[in-house]
């Protein structure tokens, strides 16, 4: 009859009176388990992220951009086709659009004095803080007024703001882009990235049609063209009839006849997306990392092939003295377990503590997943039995004459 009891305590003694041996066998265990449940937070944490960042871009939105979705995958250079008066269009002939912002991108130097910022230059129209959910710090938006007349007035993010002046006031500064004059006449409140349209607290803002004509010049033969068109709808219900209203007046105004020159998208498609980006990557490198408790497995079975030569007298003594097989097979594959999941253990508290850090030091909310802590620790006593089973066998298969003879 085996003696569970007894054997618990026998190997608590042994694996204790090798400390350091014990520590470093532990180790890879210890480091697959800390990276799998790092891991797998960070990924919790960044599908978290890139949901409120979508959200941040405002409710019931849709994002129209030139090229269709193969397109946008095979070639970095996309058709010159999304124009201003699409957008113009959309707003007037849609009517469940409550707003239309066109965009487009550039990146230039800013001067102020003898300061200069390499930074992005963002055309637009008096729709934007509008459209994409932002309030104003200081001063006012560009008007319609604004963008009819070119005029050229300049929108600062907080960011640009601050680098530029410092705690004086810009409004009513004057700084130049590519040698043309522009007057500040607000800045944004700070916000942070709006995902897939870049950082709008590190961008400057002008009217559209002073972009095109005065900073970049006419791009496309079919009017003013913009890099994307940002589309709000009056509510939930409306977006899949917007969507397929929106699609068909670009291709009437386009005059398409087989696949579009454009793609629109919404929130849900834009998150389905992300999600499975970054559902991908959490599996890779939870993969990746748990290669780490392979080798901490092969390890442990080092390890415990090694004890079994160093315990040949120990072990001949105990079958002598009428020790069974399966007592000295019980007893290694205890210690093979408990290694694996005390390493497991310790594994999954350096895991959640560098999680709580990333919280602290990074915008990411990791999620500490209860499962994944479950399935790292099972894992590890799994490992411990699995890669126990040769060593075990072999100290319990030793012929107690021979082995006494060895010693």
Do not use: C
């Amino acid at each position: 009859m085996v003696d569970t009891t007894e054997s618990l305590k026998m190997a608590f003694r042994t694996l204790t009176s090798n400390r350091l041996r014990s520590a470093l066998t532990m180790l890879g265990i210890i480091i697959g388990n800390a990276s799998v449940i790092a891991m797998v937070g960070v990924g919790d944490g960044a599908q978290r992220f890139v949901a409120h960042e979508i959200e941040n871009l405002g409710p019931n939105t849709l994002f129209i951009r030139p090229g269709n979705k193969d397109l946008r995958r095979l070639r970095s250079t996309l058709p010159k086709t999304l124009v201003l008066k699409d957008a113009e269009a959309i707003a007037a002939q849609v009517d469940s659009v409550r707003a239309t912002a066109p965009i487009f991108n550039d990146r230039d130097v800013i001067v102020y004095r003898n300061r200069s910022i390499n930074t992005s230059i963002v055309g637009t129209t008096a729709s934007f803080p509008i459209v994409n959910n932002f309030n104003m710090d200081q001063g006012t938006f560009f008007t319609e007024l604004n963008v009819q007349r070119s005029q050229r007035v300049v929108v600062l993010g907080s960011t640009i703001a601050q680098q530029l002046f410092d705690q004086q006031s810009p409004l009513g500064q004057k700084l130049r882009i590519k040698q043309v004059s522009f007057r500040v006449i607000g800045v944004l409140e700070e916000k942070g990235s709006s995902l897939g349209y870049g950082n709008y607290d590190d961008a400057v803002l002008v009217p559209l049609t002073v972009m095109s004509r005065r900073l970049v010049g006419e791009t496309s033969p079919f009017g003013v063209e913009v890099s994307n068109i940002v589309v709000s709808v009056q509510d939930e219900q409306s977006i899949e009839a917007a969507q397929f209203q929106i699609t068909n007046l670009l291709r009437l105004r386009h005059r398409i006849q087989g696949e579009d020159d454009f793609s629109v998208s919404t929130q849900k498609d834009l998150l389905d997306f992300t999600n499975r980006i970054t559902s991908a990557l959490t599996t890779m490198l939870a993969a990746i990392s748990s290669i780490s408790l392979l080798v901490g497995g092969i390890g442990v079975m080092n390890i415990m092939l090694v004890s079994v030569k160093e315990r040949t007298q120990e072990i001949g003594l105990r079958k002598a003295i009428g020790a069974s097989e399966e007592d000295i097979l019980i007893q290694f594959m205890i210690e093979a377990f408990l290694l694996a999941a005390a390493g497991g253990l310790i594994g999954v508290a350096i895991g959640v503590s560098g999680l709580l850090l990333i919280g602290v030091f990074t915008p990411f909310q990791p999620q500490i997943s209860g499962m994944a802590v479950v399935a790292a620790v099972g894992v590890s006593g799994s490992i411990g039995l699995v890669f126990g089973v040769l060593p075990a066998q072999q100290a319990a298969k030793l012929d107690p004459i021979v082995a006494l003879r060895s010693a």
